[in-house]
Each structure stands twice: as C-alpha cells, then as structure tokens.
C-alpha cells in the first residue's frame, strides 16, 4: 500500500510528459500549415529567397537568451536549426554541399547538426567545388570552413563576382568552446536579393605586395583577416570587417602602408554569432565573477 502514491505519482507525471509531447507535435503540425500559407504568400508577391539569415539569427538570439532548465542548450539549439532547415527544405528543396578535404565526419556532423536528416547532404572534395556545385544549382547551400589549409589556396576568389555565390551566415551561431558542431563554417549561397545579415562584412582583398599590417591597426577598425594566400609577391586575403565600420578605415591602414595597388571586392555577410560565455560572464553577479 504504501508504493500505490508514489505509483500514482509516476503515471501521473508521465501523463503530463505526454500531454506535453502530443502539444509539441500538435504545434509542429500548425506550424507547417502556416509554411504552406507562407509559400501562397510569396507566390502572389513575386516569389523570394526560403534562406533569410537575419531573421534566423534573431530567432536564434531569443531561444538562448530565454533557454533555462536542465535541458542542454546543445539540444535545443539542434532542434530549432533543423526545424527552421526543415520547413525552408518544405518551401524549396535543396542540398547541402560540404568540403569534406579536413575529413568527412566533422563536415557531416555539423551538418547534421544544423540541418538535420531531411536536407540532403553533398560531400566536395575542395570548398573551390562546393562554390562551384552551388553557383551551378538552383537554389542548394554550401559549406566551407572557414580555417581551410593553404593548400585550399584562395578559394574565396570563387565568390567575386555580382552573379557569384556570396557567404551569407557563419556557423555555429551560439559560440562557445565545448559545441558539439563547432567547426567554424561559412554558409554559401546563391546571391540574397533581400534578408541578408551584416554584422559582419567579407571582402576579398588583392595586394600587389605584403604590406606589414600590425594587429593593432586592424583591431582599431575592427578588422579580421581570416584567409591569406600568396602568389610571387602579391598576397589575396579573406577580410572580416564590421558592418557598421565599413572598409574605408581598413583601406586606410592599408594606404598607410605604403601597398602601391589594392582590389577589394565585397564577397558576402553574415550576422555576429552569439558569445554565450561572454553573455553568461555579463549575466554573473560581481560577487559571482570574482569566486
């Protein structure tokens, strides 16, 4: 007798789980009526782009700031990255190419990760043939690491170009040491016409020559170099630049340098990932920091 209660207790508890679990579906259920609202919508208006990286990074924003509970943070940013690929998969099929040249299982788990099993997933042997296999479809994504070795050469030199493919987000969103899918990746994309993020600007810089460019100049403008190839004298480089600042300030850098020629050509965006340790140190109480 005395176990009835806590029996009673289990199945009620487990009802509830259930009630839950039938709640979630129910919604999941009404949210893929809406997408095939969304799809006549855009139809009568002329059509537009399924992938918007600025409303997605503002979605995901407020799944972190808002998440509590035991459940990982992993887990739930998981489960809404593949339900936001799933049902832009729903509006208009795509593939997802990835240079698997650092080894493919990296490459495929953060794939999966972010867009889970529905969205078919194509391995490339270098990220100059996943630009090449995006610019050449009808709509698919790519990913390219953002730390390729030097033997992938200047491979951002394939995004130059007004009908060239153009990096349109960075991933993984949520940054922080231990993610599960942390490789740094660039999402490339056939050209947005609208919806596109610029936090954070890429440029593909071209210098006759290597100038001697101190830290401390780029950090003023806040500036990142993230790519450098060379080729006899001349160097390419893949810049990062805030949206806000503009190149003019990295220009000027470089004009300080003395580089007798600079080509610079905008390649692509993406929003400012969202630094969940430095979000949890601004959240700590001083007495907190300072244990």
């Known amino acids: 007798m005395s176990d009835q209660p806590s029996r009673e207790s289990l199945a009620a508890l487990r009802e509830e789980i259930d009630c839950i679990d039938a709640e979630l579906h129910r919604l999941l259920i009404e949210r893929g009526e809406i997408i095939d609202r969304l799809i006549a919508a855009k139809a009568r208006q002329g059509g537009g782009s399924a992938f918007r990286p600025d409303r997605e990074a503002d979605m995901m924003r407020g799944l972190v700031s808002r998440h509590k509970g035991i459940l990982p943070l992993d887990t739930v940013e998981s489960i809404w990255r593949i339900i936001i690929s799933t049902f832009t998969y729903v509006q208009s099929s795509y593939s997802v190419h990835g240079d698997v040249s650092g080894g493919d299982a990296p490459m495929r788990d953060c794939c999966r990760f972010h867009f889970g099993f529905t969205v078919p997933f194509e391995p490339q042997e ?97 500036t990142e170099i993230l790519g450098l ?30 580089s007798a020629q600079a080509r610079i050509d905008e390649i692509g965006s993406h929003a400012a990932r969202f630094d969940l340790s430095a979000a949890t140190r601004a959240d700590m109480a001083p007495s907190e920091a300072a244990q």
């Open 126 to 222: 270098s990220s100059a043939a996943v630009i090449e296999a995006v610019a050449h479809s009808s709509g698919d994504l790519g990913l390219v690491p953002v730390e390729a070795g030097p033997a992938a050469g200047p491979w951002w030199q394939g995004l130059v170009g007004p009908a060239a493919p153009k990096i349109i987000a960075r991933l993984p969103f949520v940054e922080r040491p231990d993610h599960p899918a942390g490789l740094p990746l660039f999402v490339v994309a056939q050209p947005l016409s609208e919806a596109a993020a610029r936090d954070v600007v890429l440029y593909s810089v071209v210098l006759d020559q290597w100038p001697d460019l101190l830290p401390s100049d780029l950090d003023a403008v806040e």
């Open 229 to 258: 190839a060379t080729e006899g004298p001349g160097v390419d480089l893949l810049v990062a630049i805030s949206g806000e600042r503009g190149c003019e300030g990295f220009l000027e850098v470089l004009a300080a340098t003395g």
